[in-house]
């Protein structure tokens, strides 16, 4: 979706170098979410927000944070990077009228 | 968490009616049920989208039986460009959306 971008597209690191991949959307959507997805386990939710400041904890939350500083930038950090996280990372903007969310294309991160 | 159920995998051949199926276990009463379908090194896309009975556009059909426990996605007369993963999903918990496994859709000619 044009409305939703992800950078960057592909990053490869070492383990223990802190990592952080942003999610940037322009539709002003209160709500957006952090997933990974790894072969053989669909898409796992990381962290979410549900406007500037306000976020919480998924699934798999460990070794992650965000943050939330203003309506169109979602940012995932990764502290100390582990080969474990070497994962495609979507973000998602969700639509709380339709209940849609919309994906952003991706970041493969792989962890040395 | 809201985790629903599918199948892991299903095949089927160009032409072919192919019908996908969830459990929505522990949905509530202002969920909606959502399918999104995922092509190779993409973000899931959103298919379609119903609340009960069933919902038609034009890329596919939507079946939820009286109860919302379960809800059938129709993907009419299939060609290879459908193979893809499907995703069921309905938000229980509010604020988080939880996906389950998804199905893998082989299409073969």
């Known amino acids: 979706d044009a409305g939703i971008t992800q950078s960057p597209r592909h990053k490869v690191t070492e383990t223990g170098t802190p990592v952080t991949l942003r999610c940037h959307q322009t539709e002003n959507h209160r709500y957006m979410y952090w997933y990974r997805q790894d072969p053989g386990h669909g898409l796992r939710l990381i962290h979410y927000s549900y406007g500037v400041k306000d976020t919480d904890k998924g699934e798999v939350s460990d070794g992650y944070s965000v943050s939330r500083s203003k309506t169109e930038d979602f940012l995932l950090t990764l502290e100390s990077a582990t080969s474990s996280q070497t994962s495609v990372y979507f973000c998602?903007?969700?639509?709380?009228?339709?209940?849609?969310?919309?994906f952003g294309p991706g970041t493969r991160l792989t962890v040395l | 968490l809201a985790k629903t159920t599918q199948p892991i995998s299903m095949d089927s051949y160009e032409g072919q009616e192919v019908n996908i199926t969830c459990s929505h276990n522990?949905?509530?009463?202002?969920?909606?049920i959502t399918w999104y379908q995922q092509f190779p090194s993409q973000g899931p896309r959103f298919i379609i989208q119903g609340y009960k009975t069933k919902v038609t556009n034009e890329v596919a059909s939507l079946f939820i039986p009286a109860d919302r426990k379960s809800s059938t996605l129709s993907l009419p007369r299939v060609s290879l460009s459908d193979t893809a993963v499907y995703y069921c999903l309905n938000n229980n918990a509010g604020n988080m959306l939880t996906f389950g496994g998804g199905t893998r859709l082989m299409v073969k000619p």
């Open positions: 522990n949905i509530a009463t202002n969920d909606y």
């Open positions: 998602a903007m969700r639509d709380r009228v339709t209940d849609t969310q919309y």
